[in-house]
């Protein structure tokens, strides 16, 4: 086994178990759909986590370029995907007992939400950078105006309760992260 696919390990783990949470909550509404009322935003947040975390594990193998890989590299992977976990984790607690239903919870963690969002792309712009300057320049300005909206997106998410403004950002969101993500890894996956 290389060094690389060594470190992936850990990290798919993680991943594996976020998705995994993910698809546990989706499937506890489809078994139990009358048990707590379900809030499309919330839902649309689920598929955008679902399809970041598969964008991420397929972002990663750019990381297989790396021939030094030290101690606090490897940390600092692992941390990304314990962000992403914690994010999943977010989105389907254990129960609801304290909350009226999906909507209710999800606008009432916004902040722990979004300000893990927020970490997720100050932490991309260092993991761009371990891949090497000749990939972190091959993004161009696409990439930092990708950064710039969702540092947007999450300040908004932080400060807002409104129903309306939270729907405009989960449908942003997801529509912008998806384009991009094919725009950039349709032409060079």
């Known amino acids: 086994m290389e060094l690389f696919e060594y470190i992936s390990v850990l990290t798919s783990i993680i991943i594996g178990l976020g998705m995994a949470h993910l698809l546990r909550g989706v499937a506890g509404l ?10 499309w935003v919330h839902l649309v947040w689920v598929g955008y986590m679902f399809f ?10 750019a990381l297989a370029e790396i021939e030094v890989w ?3 590299d490897y940390l600092f992977i692992v941390f990304y995907a314990v962000i992403l976990y914690l994010m999943s984790a ?16 999800f606008l009432s963690r916004r902040r722990w939400f979004f300000g893990l969002l927020a970490a ?6 260092y993991d761009t950078w371990m891949k090497g300057r000749d990939h972190f320049e091959s993004l161009g300005t696409d990439y930092f105006l990708l950064v710039a909206f969702f ?9 807002s309760r409104r129903k309306i ?3 405009a950002l989960a449908l942003l969101a997801v529509s912008y992260q998806v384009a991009w993500s094919f725009a950039y890894w349709g032409q060079q996956g």
């Not at 977010?90 to 919870?105: E, I, Q, S, V």
Request: hydrophobic fraction near 55%; aromatic fraction near 24%.
């Open 30 to 39: 489809v078994q139990h759909p009358g048990r707590e009322k379900i809030y």
């Open 52 to 61: 970041n975390m598969v964008f991420f594990w397929w972002w990663e193998f």
């Open 70 to 72: 030290l101690f606090q």
């Open 90 to 105: 977010m989105l389907f607690p254990h129960d609801l007992d304290d909350y009226d239903g999906y909507k209710d919870y």
């Open 120 to 125: 997720i792309f100050f932490v991309d712009i």
């Open 151 to 159: 540092l947007v997106v999450s300040a908004i998410g932080i400060v």
């Open 165 to 167: 403004v939270h729907a």
